[in-house]
């Protein structure tokens, strides 16, 4: 009995071993530029801003940031806000934020808080955003607890997940 089932077994390896079949369909391309510099936004004095598509659909579970360039810093780099960013009357009441949402295929960017049409010219025209897509696990299929990650640092984000930021999508309005 021993030498039939010996002989199954090898009999069965060779069989599985040897097969080959045709080539599968390509899979689909991640995308290029994770990273998506938007130039020259301007926000209508209500508030209303723009809806920009990605270029590609995020896969589910994708996180997607938001930053708004603030400032040089002494090496020549860009200073980098995370967005929501709000500004507050002298009084620390609100004046206005700075907001972002986003679909599978765009993302939105725009003001909301009061008497808009007073926000200074500087603070609403010729702005520059910078949109980071953090590649994130399936929720559906996925049973990792939500991790709260802080986002706030543009540099740790991109270091921490490894995000080549010097192949920036750069989209001029």
Same mark, same amino acid.
């Given at each position: 009995?021993?030498?039939?089932?010996?002989? =199954?077994?090898?009999?069965?390896?060779?069989?599985?071993?040897?097969?080959?079949?045709? @080539?599968? *369909?390509?899979?689909?391309?991640?995308?290029?530029? *994770?990273?998506?510099? $938007?130039?020259?936004?301007?926000?209508?004095?209500?508030?209303?801003?723009?809806?920009?598509? =990605?270029?590609?659909?995020?896969?589910?579970? /994708? $996180?997607?940031?938001?930053?708004?360039?603030?400032?040089?810093?002494?090496?020549?780099?860009?200073?980098?806000?995370?967005?929501?960013?709000?500004?507050?009357?002298?009084?620390?009441?609100?004046?206005?934020?700075?907001?972002?949402?986003?679909?599978?295929? /765009?993302? @939105?960017?725009?003001?909301?808080?009061?008497?808009?049409?007073?926000?200074?010219? /500087?603070?609403?025209?010729?702005?520059?955003?910078?949109?980071?897509?953090? *590649?994130?696990?399936?929720?559906?299929?996925?049973?990792?607890?939500?991790?709260?990650?802080?986002?706030?640092?543009?540099?740790?984000?991109?270091?921490?997940?490894?995000? /080549?930021?010097?192949?920036?999508?750069?989209?001029?309005?």
């Amino acid at each position: 009995m021993k030498k039939i089932l010996t002989l =199954f077994a090898v009999v069965g390896l060779f069989a599985f071993t040897g097969c080959e079949g045709p @080539e599968g *369909p390509p899979g689909e391309d991640a995308p290029l530029a *994770p990273v998506i510099d $938007v130039n020259n936004v301007n926000f209508a004095l209500n508030g209303d801003g723009e809806v920009i598509d =990605f270029g590609f659909t995020l896969f589910p579970g /994708d $996180v997607v940031l938001a930053y708004r360039a603030t400032g040089v810093a002494t090496n020549g780099g860009t200073i980098w806000t995370q967005i929501p960013e709000s500004h507050y009357y002298d009084d620390g009441t609100l004046f206005f934020t700075y907001k972002f949402n986003f679909t599978r295929v /765009d993302f @939105e960017l725009y003001l909301e808080g009061f008497e808009l049409n007073t926000v200074p010219t /500087d603070m609403r025209t010729n702005q520059k955003f910078r949109i980071v897509v953090v *590649p994130g696990a399936n929720p559906a299929i996925s049973n990792k607890s939500v991790n709260k990650e802080n986002y706030s640092d543009y540099n740790a984000v991109i270091k921490k997940y490894n995000i /080549d930021d010097s192949k920036v999508k750069t989209i001029n309005l």
